[in-house]
């Protein structure tokens, strides 16, 4: 099972924040894990405040530990709440629930690592994450068929909406 790369890591925050810019998002952070849960790569555009690090890779991390969207594991904590702070207890990285944490995949719809991206508002967090997996020749749990998301085990997402248009 492989893991991401350090160029494809680079790319992936490098092509989310081309999006970001493209949708005059505020400033983001963006980190990478690879799928062992370690950082990878993290930047950090001009202007974004503190904490961007934690928080980034706290959604990373969330939707890594369960491979879904931070999004979904957001849902997940309000469904099962002992479930989640039992996890949280258990975790050996912090777990942030907030949408903005995708899953990263290779063609074949195997995990090579997630991106949590944070600095603007929950969804527009979410559509430069993905478009960011896109540009740099990756895929994410929503480039998968039905037939392929239920082979491979993805929950599938509900749709994506940038909330300022």
């Known amino acids: 099972m492989r893991s991401i790369t350090m160029d494809e890591a680079l790319a992936v925050i490098l092509k989310t924040f081309e999006r970001a810019e493209e949708m005059q998002a505020y400033a983001l952070a963006a ?10 790569a993290f930047l950090k555009q001009d202007g974004a405040s503190i904490m961007r690090f934690e928080i980034a890779r706290g959604k990373a991390f969330g939707a890594l530990a369960l491979h879904r969207t931070s999004r979904m594991v957001l849902a997940k904590s309000r469904e099962k709440p002992a479930f989640m702070d039992t996890l949280r207890e258990a975790a050996d990285a912090p777990i942030f629930l907030e949408a903005g944490g995708q899953i990263i995949r290779d063609a074949d719809g195997s995990v090579i690592g997630a991106i949590g991206v944070t600095g603007d508002v929950n969804e527009v967090d979410d559509i430069c994450a993905i478009e960011g997996i896109r540009r740099a020749g990756l895929r994410s749990d929503d480039d998968f068929s039905p037939e392929d998301q239920k082979r491979l085990n993805i929950k599938p997402n509900p749709p994506l909406k940038d909330p300022r248009t």
């Open 31 to 40: 980190c990478v894990l690879d799928n062992g849960g370690r950082v990878k």
